[in-house]
Nanobody
Framework: QVQLVESGGGLVQAGGSLRLSCAASGLTFSYYIMGWFRQAPGKEREFAAAIHWSGGSVYYADSVKGRFTISRDNAKNTVYLQMNSLKPEDTAVYYC???????????????????WGQGTQVTVSS
């Protein structure tokens, strides 16, 4: 079965950096658009970043643009999220998700994603 396993979360001070990883199994990884979402306490899950199956295109939410970088290694079935200049408002559980081909790449709606990981906690202290 499909598994997405996130790692790399933790506690960091404001201005610091973290790198999240998501290892995928049970699917043809290179066929899928991969995304990162996050959910803060009491808030709805929101889109953060997505990367095309080829890795040639990326898309970011305005709230993370210029600070976060999404990348993927299709040979390792892994997607990454490099997070720099972290702010307390970035505190959330971060989820990776896989979306099959079709539709507009920039469409960031969560229901379009077929598979989800269990999430990893990121806490940014002020």
């Amino acid at each position: 079965q499909v598994q997405l396993v996130e790692s790399g979360g933790g506690l960091v001070q404001a201005g610091g950096s973290l790198r999240l990883s998501c290892a995928a199994s049970g699917l043809t990884f290179s066929y899928y658009i991969m995304g990162w979402f996050r959910q803060a306490p009491g808030k709805e899950r929101e889109f953060a970043a997505a990367i095309h199956w080829s890795g040639g295109s990326v898309y970011y939410a305005d709230s993370v643009k210029g600070r976060f970088t999404i990348s993927r290694d299709n040979a390792k079935n892994t997607v990454y999220l490099q997070m720099n200049s972290l702010k307390p408002e970035d505190t959330a559980v971060y989820y990776c998700a896989a979306r099959s081909r079709g539709g507009r790449f920039e469409d960031s709606r969560a229901p379009l994603y077929n598979y989800w990981g269990q999430g990893t906690q990121v806490t940014v202290s002020s």
